[in-house]
């Protein structure tokens, strides 16, 4: 593999540990992807925020990390696991919360925007098409290659790091277009109407390729539609890309979407009868302002039945609070989390057994992580039966 000098005299060690950390890591991964050099990235988005995620190991290694390496180009970070200015009004206990700002502490001391959130591309100006960028969060990853054009692959927190550290990446993968065409086709019989619809066909196509996936059948894409098939996409499989197709490409296999794989992804995710719900979690990926737009028609001059958590990056919320989109939700007794995971906190675990919400994601993680019963429903039949 091929480093100029200058990256070599780096990865010796010539301008300190810290970024000698963050080539060894790049140079270790590159060679594993058999990438021939490192080249430099626009912007980087960096996973591995929530406690819950990295323990208090990481949570260490990024406290004395932070001592001396420093972000080199623009960098955003992931949802952590608390409302960073309202812990305490979401019962956070204070050592909890103290661990966890520890980490946001490092982030921001190392240079990175404190944007806590999974949807960078909704809070903050994306790059121009054609960037290559390094995104860990893998909903922002496909997301930024199969609708905004970037160039990226699905990172880990720690390669996300260290190419916000260096500004590089290996030149390899997605980065290349090789690997940017589909290798296996999902024909899409049954169409999408809702984001629910669209995340159940990406947590489907998501079990049958690692490489990019083209969908048949689907003429556009609106954000949050793309949002929701981008995580569901990311959530039940390895792939990183897809693409959207007008006709079979010969030689490349098809899968089928129909009804009947719908139904069978729903029930291997979340079935249920919302009816028997114990609350309503939205946010995962958090929420667009869009969405938060389309809840507040709903909600208007009603009340939650049960506790409603509506998760969003902070930018997202000031934007809807200046549309003036916050306050009927907050008068229906929904609640706002800024900053946070919707699954990697501890918030949703304290909410009941069964809870309802819209996204694949949520329902996949819930599972797994709080041993939750996840019932997975629509964003207006939720409503619908959440609203008195
Ligand atoms: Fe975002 Fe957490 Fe879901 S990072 S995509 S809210 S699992």
Redesign the pocket.
């Known amino acids: 593999m091929y480093l100029t000098k200058a990256e070599e005299r780096a990865l010796e060690g010539e301008h300190g540990e810290a970024l000698a950390l963050a080539y060894r890591i790049l140079v270790a991964t590159a060679k594993v992807l058999a990438a021939d050099r490192l080249i430099p990235v626009a912007h980087a988005h960096v996973?591995g925020v929530?406690l819950l995620t990295i323990g208090e190991a990481g949570a260490e290694f990024l406290a004395e990390f932070a001592q001396t390496a420093r972000v080199r180009i623009p960098t955003t970070v992931?949802?952590c696991g608390i409302d960073t200015t309202n812990w305490a009004r979401h019962g956070v206990q204070p050592d909890y919360a103290r661990n966890q700002l520890r980490v946001v502490e490092a982030y921001r001391r190392m240079g990175a925007t404190k944007s806590f959130?999974?949807?960078p591309y909704a809070a903050f100006r994306p790059p121009a098409r054609g960037a290559h960028v390094s995104w860990a969060?893998?909903?922002?990853a496909i997301y930024g290659n199969s609708v905004l054009g970037l160039r990226t692959n699905r990172e880990s927190g720690l390669t996300a790091l260290a190419s916000a550290i260096t500004g590089k990446t290996p030149r390899a993968g997605l980065h290349l277009n090789a690997a940017r065409g589909p290798s296996l086709m999902v024909k899409v019989s049954v169409k999408p109407r809702t984001p629910l619809d669209y995340g159940l066909l990406g947590y489907f196509a998501g079990q049958h390729s690692e490489q990019t996936i083209g969908f048949l059948g689907l003429a556009s894409l609106g954000p949050a539609e793309g949002k929701a098939l981008a995580?569901a996409l990311g959530t039940s499989g390895a792939c990183g890309m897809f693409t959207l197709e007008k006709n079979p490409r010969p030689g490349i296999e098809t899968v089928d979407f129909t009804r009947r794989e719908r139904q069978a992804t729903l029930e291997q995710l979340g079935p249920g009868e919302v009816e028997e719900a114990d609350a309503l979690v939205f946010?995962?990926?958090?929420l667009l302002v869009g969405e938060i737009a389309a809840i507040a028609r709903r909600v208007r001059h009603r009340r939650f039945r049960a506790p409603c958590l509506l998760?969003c990056a902070r930018k997202v919320y000031d934007r809807a609070r200046r549309a003036g989109l916050l306050e009927p939700i907050a008068a229906a007794g929904g609640q706002f989390v800024c900053d946070?995971?919707?699954?990697?906190?501890p918030l949703v675990g304290r909410l009941g057994r069964r809870i309802a919400t819209d996204?694949c994601?949520?329902a996949h993680?819930m599972t797994r992580v709080h041993h939750i019963t996840p019932i997975l429903v629509d964003t207006q039949a939720a409503l619908a039966s959440f609203l008195d």
């Open positions: 996973s929530s992931n949802p959130t999974c949807v969060e893998s909903s922002a995580a946010g995962c990926p958090q998760f946070a995971c919707a699954d990697f906190s996204t994601k949520a993680y």
